[in-house]
């Protein structure tokens, strides 16, 4: 459904799109001569735009219609307040705590003009775009956080992938993970090394067999930790040189780097 001048001004308005407002309202000024709304929202865009003229007229209309509106009477103040005529200001702001004694806006602005209302400082303020701050509020730009919230989906869409990616690599293996065939090791491969007395741990025939298989167990349930204790102890101890080369095999498909600790 086609949409009226106005609500299309009004739609470009609240989102800054303040030259495409009055290319919007223009066609239809005759329709909409006696509407507040439509003078207020021409104004509005005309004083974002800084055309001071343009938004006087158009303000000067709308309080024909409604004459003590208190968003009109403060977007009049600022108007007098960037052309310097700080006492026509105050009798806007003045006008409009008559009707809300509690409007902050208007306390703002006069707050401003008894401690700051010189020349340089207005001129300071329309050259920094500080005095936007005391013009009527326009809410929240839907473009703004229509922005916002596409940007954290990505964020949060570019934050799984980078998690993910950056995750230390799972085992190679997924269910049955490793090949017992390719770990299994003849008794005589399985002997320890009787001679090697310069180790860490010393371990029996029947300990050394026990932490190998109980290495290769703990890494089968995901237990990469506790695997990797075990194959440090047959690093580090007279395990048969067959059983710490498997050691250092099945060390490869932790997910987390492993470091050995040898006596020197």
């Keep these: 459904m086609r949409r009226s001048a106005l609500e299309r001004g009004r739609s470009l308005l609240i989102r800054r799109r303040f030259s495409e407002c009055l290319d919007a309202l223009e066609p239809a000024a005759d329709y ?31 309080r024909y219609i409604r004459m003590s509106d208190v968003n009109l009477l403060n977007a009049q103040a600022v108007m007098h307040l960037r052309r310097g005529d700080t006492d026509r200001a105050v009798q806007y702001y003045l006008e409009t705590l008559e009707h809300d004694p509690d409007n902050k806006l208007a306390r703002r602005g006069l707050n401003f003009i008894r ?18 701050k005391l013009y009527p509020s326009l809410g929240l730009n839907p473009d703004t956080f229509l922005r916002t919230v596409f940007c954290s989906l990505i964020g949060i869409v570019l934050a799984i992938v980078i998690l993910n990616f950056m995750k230390p690599a799972k085992h190679q293996f997924q269910g049955n993970r490793i090949n017992y065939e390719d770990f299994n090791l003849t008794a005589e491969e399985m002997k320890i090394n009787s001679s090697d007395v310069q180790v860490q ?17 703990k890494f089968e349930n995901n237990r990469d930790n506790a695997a990797q204790v075990e194959v440090n102890r047959i690093l580090n101890s007279n395990a048969s040189e067959e059983m710490k080369d498997n050691a250092k095999i099945l060390a490869t498909h932790f997910a987390e780097p492993v470091f050995f600790f040898f006596k020197r």
């Design 115 to 132: 401690t700051k209302g010189t020349s340089e400082q207005i001129g300071m303020m329309i050259d920094t775009g500080e005095i936007e």
């Design 201 to 217: 741990i010393p371990l029996t025939q029947t300990e050394a067999k026990n932490v190998y298989f109980d290495a290769l167990e």
């Design 32 to 62: 909409y001569k006696d509407s507040f709304d439509y003078q207020f929202t021409g104004g509005l865009a005309c004083l974002y735009l800084g055309d001071m003229g343009s938004a006087g007229s158009y303000f000067q209309r709308a």
